[in-house]
């Protein structure tokens, strides 16, 4: 038995027998604290001291970013399985800074949050439906052009506002298009079997409507070619959609063709011309107190 064996290097800490990291001030390389000893007294340090490694951390960005990029290429997998293994064992810490770094986007803390939250009474401030105290079910709603925060909403109103570009002239002509109604008058037309050369999308609406090109063409001549939301100019292809009441079902409460946006706007405001009214209001408020 060699000299070396009989000499086991021990944490100073806990007295175990390591890993250790890397100290170039020691004699033998290495720490006297063992790796888990350093990073428990590294945590309780951050704690008690939050500015002084906030402080640190903003002035040390670049480095930290650099430390973790090359800690993942220099083995992808090994870093992902590092990073899943962390989730399952911190559900609540990963919560937690979801919701802080989508906060942390619009300049708001949680305490800001809140505030607002309670002013709409903890509902969605277009439909009025209660808020679901998470990241995905309370979204922060804010002005894209000035990047001010309007509010808080549900995840079908906010993704509304998206779809229709948050214009307001789409959102009045969305209520005009569906007090419109159904369309009752459409002049049949013979099907042809094999006639289609459209994709197969394309030739399975019409399937599922009972329609055929003809009666599309139809349509399309009515609203002079254009979207019957937006009025942007639409052609039979991957962008057009089949819109229908459906409280009446495809073949009964056909209304006419939509634009991919529009068709998912109306969908996220469930049809319902109270929530598109409430959401052109929302919008009016926001952009009224601004030019006051």
């Known amino acids: 038995m060699c000299a070396s064996d009989l000499h ?12 250790f990291g890397a100290d170039k001030h020691a004699k033998d390389g290495l720490k006297s604290h063992c790796k888990k000893c350093c990073a428990e007294k590294q945590a309780d340090y951050r704690k008690a001291h939050p500015e002084v490694w906030s402080n640190w951390a903003s002035e040390n960005a670049d480095r930290l970013k650099k430390k973790d990029s090359d800690r993942y290429w220099s083995d992808p997998e090994k870093d992902k399985a590092r990073v899943k293994k962390w989730q399952s064992n911190n559900p609540s810490k990963v919560k937690t800074n979801s919701i802080h770094y989508n906060l942390s986007k ?9 505030s607002i939250f309670e002013k709409q009474g903890g509902k969605c401030a277009i439909c009025l439906d209660l808020l679901k105290t998470s990241r995905v079910g309370m979204q ?20 509304m506002i998206g ?11 969305a209520v005009a ?7 009752t008058d459409l002049p049949p037309s013979p099907r042809i079997p094999g ?26 001549n009515r609203q002079n070619g254009c979207c ?3 009025k942007d100019p639409l052609a039979m292809g991957p962008n057009m959609h089949i819109d229908h009441d459906h409280s009446l079902g495809r073949k009964n409460g056909l209304r006419g063709l939509l634009c991919r946006s529009c068709n998912l706007g109306l969908g996220h405001a469930r049809e319902n011309e109270r929530i598109l009214m409430s959401a052109i209001e929302y919008l009016r408020r926001h952009r009224a107190s601004l030019v006051v």
Do not use: K, M, W
Request: glycine share 10%; charged share 25%; aromatic share 6%.
């Open 8 to 19: 086991v290097r021990r944490c100073s800490v806990c007295g175990g027998s390591g890993p």
């Open 163 to 173: 779809d229709f570009r948050e214009i307001l002239t789409r959102f009045e002509s």
């Open 177 to 183: 298009y569906l007090r419109r109604g159904r369309i």
């Open 106 to 114: 619009y300049h708001l803390t949680p305490e800001e949050r809140d």
């Open 140 to 159: 922060v709603d804010h002005d894209h052009a000035t990047g001010s925060v309007r509010g808080l909403l549900c995840v079908h109103c906010n993704t």
């Open 195 to 220: 006639i289609s050369r459209q994709p197969s999308r394309v030739r399975n609406l019409l399937y599922r409507y009972g329609l055929t090109e003809q009666n599309i063409q139809e349509i399309l």
């Open 228 to 230: 019957g939301v937006c």
